[in-house]
């Protein structure tokens, strides 16, 4: 398609949605909105296996029963939010349930930047529940206005289980914070550790690429990275203060005049990379995700033989 | 390697209603896929009933859902059609999908009328 004949087409989406339209999967959808539509939600659909890839590893380490049954049900959620993006994604694309495990387990690794950190230590899963859960919540409750249709839809499952998430996040949290010196300290070092890279969850400020652009004019993307961020700011800064941690961020400030929040910039050439070239840790998770794959592959043929 | 799915192509789409509270209509909250509608219903309640209780759970082969395919104009026609509604009332108190201005006439048709 020539650039000009292109710029119209988006256009012209750009114009159905603003006016309230929304794409449903039996309509006709116009090619460039059904590939960025398909980039994001694959997006979503794989950070959400390989979270749950990450929390399911917490179940049996976690430090109490009570503990590992809160760990225990967000990783059923988590996989349960992967099978309803995956439908919304197959139904979309017209890929087989197959194709995409293929690439995901097999593919570049096409996921959010949190989960390329190793969760080593306890507070890990803790602090990035309450807090990265958040962060989340924060975006697909925008999400909810998503112009595609069965995208909003599913939105409304996954943001009221987020929400679960985000307090028993919050809940672990305290019973550390309020659990000793050291485990409060642990918790601090967890914080240290996870700020700059829940800031980063959001993307990037200013920049605003051409894909976010067309994005936002089509209105799968519903806010920009940095309102997003400056929302997560508004409602978390105080919540954390609350906690009796210590945010490790001497920039932070909110000015009065401005409405604006500001803080140190995170890396953003890491971020890049994570999401471009993937990492060491990201790929063991890919890799014992595709171990389990195969290891209970026997079991599933005898279950459906039987 | 096998998949563990090796009959996928036997698998249908279920698409799952619910109803929450005793009395309520059964909304549509998702799909999942199934091999039969028992084992749909099975996966419906794992994947739907999580924390709140349902009064009732349905599960529809898709392929069993038909689906209007007509424009705006026919799915509103009933909303232009004035008379059906109580005459006096205004146009206001009921909901309608209809676009502002078809709503913003009729508001002001009520009013000449009154």
């Known amino acids: 398609m020539p650039p000009s004949a292109e710029a119209e087409g988006v256009a012209a989406i750009a114009a159905r949605v603003a006016a309230g339209g929304k794409f449903e999967p039996w309509q006709e959808i116009p090619e460039v909105y059904a590939q960025e539509a398909a980039r994001m939600m694959e997006f979503h659909m794989t950070s ?7 929390e399911y590893r917490w179940v049996a380490r976690a430090p109490s029963l009570e503990a ?25 694309t017209g890929k087989s349930r197959r194709q995409y495990m293929e690439e995901i387990l097999e593919g570049p690794p096409r996921f959010m930047n949190i989960f390329h950190y190793p969760w080593d230590d306890w507070a890990d899963p803790a602090i990035a529940s309450w807090l990265a859960d958040g962060a989340e919540i924060k975006r697909q409750t925008t999400l909810l206005r998503s112009s595609y249709g069965p995208y909003a839809r599913a939105m409304k499952k996954i943001v009221k289980e987020e929400g679960f998430h985000h307090q028993a996040g919050r809940y672990l949290v305290r019973r550390m914070v309020d659990g000793g010196p050291a485990q409060r300290q642990r918790a601090q070092r967890a914080l240290d550790r996870w700020w700059p890279r829940i800031l980063a969850m959001f993307g990037p400020s200013g920049s605003a690429s051409r894909h976010g652009e067309v994005m936002l004019a089509f209105q799968l993307k519903l806010s920009s990275n940095e309102d997003l961020r400056q929302s997560f700011l508004s409602t978390f800064v105080q919540k954390i203060i609350q906690m009796g941690l210590e945010i490790p961020d001497d920039k932070l400030r909110f000015d009065e005049e401005t409405g604006v929040w500001h803080y140190t910039e995170p890396d953003w050439d890491e971020f890049r990379s994570l999401l471009r070239g993937g990492s060491p840790y990201g790929e063991e998770v890919q890799r014992k995700l595709r171990n389990a794959r195969r290891g209970s592959a026997w079991f599933l043929d005898a279950v459906w033989a039987a | 390697m096998r998949s563990g799915r090796r009959e996928v192509d036997s698998y249908h789409v279920y698409e799952i209603f619910e109803s929450s509270e005793p009395g309520d209509a059964f909304v549509h909250v998702g799909d999942i896929e199934a091999p039969d509608p028992e084992a749909a219903l099975f996966f419906a309640k794992e994947q739907f009933l999580r924390r709140e209780p349902a009064s009732g759970l349905w599960v529809v082969d898709r392929r069993d859902i038909h689906a209007a395919e007509w424009p705006f104009e026919v799915l509103n026609s009933g909303s232009l059609k004035r008379y059906r509604r109580t005459p006096g009332r205004s146009g206001r108190a009921s909901p309608s999908a209809s676009p502002a201005s078809d709503r913003d006439e009729r508001d002001d048709a009520d009013e000449e009328s009154e």
């Not at chain 1, 959400?48 to 990450?54: D, N, P, Q, T, V």
């Not at chain 1, 049900?73 to 139904?91: F, M, N, P, S, Y």
């Open chain 1, 68 to 92: 590992k049954l809160v760990m225990s049900a967000k990783t059923q959620d988590e996989v349960g939010h992967t099978l309803a993006l995956i439908r919304v994604c197959e139904d979309l």
């Open chain 1, 48 to 54: 959400e296996l390989i979270g749950s890839a990450h």
